[in-house]
Structure formats: structure tokens, C-alpha cells
DNA sequence: GCCGTTTTCGGCCCGACTGTTTTCAGTCG
């Protein structure tokens, strides 16, 4: 699996750990060194921040899963560039074997046996084994092995990974739709109701006396491209357009426990289960129970099972260990902010530059959102190619901002806003002019992505110290799966725009969700404020604000944190802050 | 390899499903 490490300079190291329990697992005899590897590479993964810097603060030894072995390993990459150890265990191994890890089916113990027993080291090698059918002459494998094997390659092959959360959203809804008049109760799982930004499948839990008919409705539907499995209980389908579809029935008083195993993470699962271990409890999908009779405490909801560990509920965007466990516990969550809190969208396009919907358009749907408050923000004109606004336009659009609020069309205040490009020097791509004109100015970096990261923080130092600028949008300038976020120094920009009363922007559109929950938890340390956005081009996309909202929601922010839950008045005060 | 109000050893989540078995190993989540 490659690293989606919150710092991309992570991603290495992630990958390095990952790699080392990798060959660990086929070679090994020892199954819990690979594990400790892995939690390592999770915990890394997660951090906000390179993990040199925390080598240069001694303190990555204390990192939760590294211990003394695997930060001297840690250490080793980061000055040398490579691990001695790792050099070794890659002779053993040759690299094929490794890749035929991520077909669907084939783990390590499989692998090394493909390797060991018939000399396959490639994935193109496995497939032709499959063809000639030697790979149903080892033991414990047969017919039904090889065509899965075939299948798993050919749907690696045409690219199956993770998803965006809006992509599966849509499909998880049609399913809960779909199969909800079989259920007596029925929700999404997983990464989805976590509100991750991208999913890998989607899980989907439902409870029911009669769980064959839903079984049954749910493997002929007629989006079902092939049935992976199916049980009594337990089913998993590939749907037409390359999603994978888990269902999960449960009876009705087992509903929250299944709800609450299946929606994860499996951190905060693996810590909970400790947790009710320590207080005399077993935790498994289908309840909580006593240890000592085995004897059901709680199951029916998830509010009864965190009630019964004399916890807070968590909500599922929390559930990541990430501390949400102990704080329950204290009494200590956030109260998170929701989408109703939102008042006002203050990222929008319109047909001036690059959007498809009128000044009009965008305003009623506004209204139709029962927004008080919607913030226009054409692009500056550097962007050439999305039609970016000229100095000329920019003062157009005001006055006709001005004229629309003023005809008493709307009830909806109208703002008047732009996406002013950061250019690569850190100034903003308006004279003070037009900027003092405006009521706030969001500013973007579109342009030299791939600056260094000294020049790349200098250049949102300058921009940030601009008395003109209210929001700091898209942060990392990311698009998931397509281009990296820029890399700056996190705690020197977002102490600036604590500082500057600069609010970051969390941009819900669904292939940004920028900034990251990581990089939110560590701005809100700075004592940073935040706007959620849509960032639509579409009056239908003013919707997209629940993706701000579910990336804000993991980033532990309450409303107090977010400007645009505020009335206009308070709002526009706080832009000029 | 990590960890610790069961602490320096002995655990490390655990249940469903599949394909191959004839009681289970491997994979997945």
C-alpha cells in the first residue's frame, strides 16, 4: 500500500516500515514482529509533521508503537537514506513477491508459498502459473484458487483502489435506500461514516430477524458486477463502477455493536476493546458483555456501549485513536461543529470566471440553503485559464454586488469576495485598491507547486503578513490522487496566521478537503480560526460544504473555531481582524 | 518489536467466509 502520510516527507519512511513487515510476514516465523512494524508505520504516517523533527526533539522513541529498534531504523532512513537491515531482507525476497501482496486474496503466507513452492517471483508470472494450472497442484490450493487469482489480477490491473468520499457517498446512500425495506435498522460503516477523505469500500450494516432476504436483495442488485462472497451474515459484492460493497446483518440488539466494529478505525477499536477488557467487559460486534458470565451489558446502540464504558459518545469522525477515547472518558470531547452551525458559504465561483452558474444562480441557491450570508470569489486575474477577473472586471462584479444587495432580490447578503492568487513571490494579485474594496480576501496558491519548501514558506509568510488578506484558502493546494500538497513549514505559517488573524480555510470540495484533519488539529494548536467552504463552481455544489464540514469535524473543531458560523455582522468583523 | 495499576516476560482483537479440508489455514476487516 503506498503512504498517505499527513507530511508527504513521511511517506518514505512509511513506505520503508510497510516494505520491512512485508518480508517479515512471507519469510518470517515470528508474527507479531510485522505488526509492530505496521502500528510504527501507522503512527508515523500520522503525524502532522516530519518525523525528523521529531528526531531532532528526541522524542520519537516516544511515539506510540516505536520503540528503541525501530526509531534507531527510522533514524538510519532519514540521514542515510536507506536501512541496512532492510537491504538484507530485500535479498531473500525479490520484489515481485511483494507486489503480489496487494492482489485481493493473496497474503503473505500465500505468497511465500507461491515463491518457495513454484519459483513465481512476478505477478505476470502468477498468472501464467494460474493458466497452466500448476498452482492447483500445491496443497490446499485448487481449481476455485486459480480463477480467483485470475480475477484479483485483473481487477489490479485495471487500477481498484481507494475512492473519493463523494464518489462512494452516493452509493452508499443508494444501497441504504435500496436494501432499507428489508432492514429494521441500516447505516453505512467504515472510512465513510468516518468521513475519511478517500474510502476503499463500503460498509454497510444493517439488522434484521430475516437476514436472507436482504442478503438476497442485496446480490442481485442489479449494479452487482460479480459476488465476492456470501453468507448468511456477511456478504461482499464489486459493484459496475469498481466499488467494492461490504453487508453486514446483525439482530436488531446487536445493531450498535456491529455498527460501532465495522465503522472502526481499527485503532480505536483495537483501544477500546483494551479499555473494556480493563473494566470486565468483552467487546465484540454483536455486544458488550461481562467477562465473568458473559452475561450482555449493551449492544443495541452505540450510545448504550460508550454509556456502558462510562464514556461520552464519539462521534465516527473522532474514532481514529487519536486520544478521542481518553477524553470521552474525562468527559472532555469537543462538541463538534455541524453543518447546521454553518451560516454562510464564503468560497464560491460564478460564470465571471470559471464557474457555471450566474451571480443569481449562486445567491438563490444560497437562500434555497438558508444561508444567511454567501461570500463570491471569482479568481484573480493571473488565472488566465480559469477566466480570472481583470482589475476592470473586479470593479464590475463589486458594483454589481452592490446593485443586487441593494434591489432587495435576495434575503441572502450578498459578499463581495475574490480568490486572489498568492504569486510565487508572496504578493497578492490585486493593487490595495481593489483588495480595500472587497469585503475579505480569500488567497490560493495555483501557480509553482513544487517550490522548495524554504521558498514555498517564505512566499505564505509574505502573503499572510498582507493586512488585505482574511483567509488562507486550499492551504496545501492538493488534489487527491492527482497532485501533492506544496510542503511549507506547518508550525512557522500557521503561528503567522494565528498571529495575522489569517482564518484557514478546510475547502470541502471533494477532490481538495484542504486542510487535512492532521494539519487542522495542528493549526488549531497554533490557536488558528477556520471558515468552511464549498469552494463550488455549481449553485448544486453550495452542498459540498459537508465534506468541509466531516474533514473539520475530524479535526476535533467546535464552532467557536469557525468563522462562518458567526452572523454577518460578527463575521466580517472577524475577516477584518 | 513493543509494552506495562496483571510491568522486564508473555501477551499482542477476533469472528466470518472461502476453499480446501474431514477440522483448518489463510485472508480480511
New binding site residues.
Partial sequence: MPAHAMDPANGPVVDMLNEIADILEITGS?R??P???R??ARTIEALPKPVSSYIAEGSV?Q?????????AKVKEFTTAGRVE?LENLRKTIPSGVLEM?K?????????GRLFAELRVTTIDELEKACREHRV?GL????????E?MLQSIEFYRSGGGRFLLSAADGVAAMLVERLGKYAQRISPA?SLRRRRETV??I?IIASSALPEGIMDAFAAMPEVRNIL???????SVLLTNGL?A?LRVVADESFGAALMY?T?S?DH??VL??VS??KGF?L???GLFRREDSSAVAGRSEEEIYGALSMQYIPPELREARGEIEAASANALPALVEEGDVKGDLHCHTDWSDGSSTLEEMAAAAEERGYEYIGITDHSGSEKVANGLSAERMHRQIERIHALNSSGRFRVRVLCGSEVDILPDGRLDYDDDILGRLDYAVGSVHSRFNMEKKEMTERLLTALSNPHLSIFGHPTAREIGRRDAITFDADAVFGAAAENGVLLEVDGSPSRLDLPDALIIEAKKHGCGFVLDSDSHHRTSLADVRYAVGMARRGWLEKKDVGNTLGAAELLKALHA
Fill in positions: 515470528d507479531f514482529r505488526l509492530a512494524y502500528r510504527a522513541s511515539l506510540a508503537g516505536v520503540g528503541g529498534a525501530i526509531s537491515y501482496l492482489l485481493q486474496d493473496v497474503g503473505p503466507k500465500t505468497a492447483r496443497k490446499g490450493f485448487g481449481e476455485k484458487t486459480e480467483k467504515g476503499g469500500d460498509d462472497s456470501k453468507g448468511d451474515t456477511k456478504s467494492q461490504d465495522f472502526g481499527k477499536n483495537v476493546r483494551t477488557i480493563e468483552r465484540n460486534e454483536y
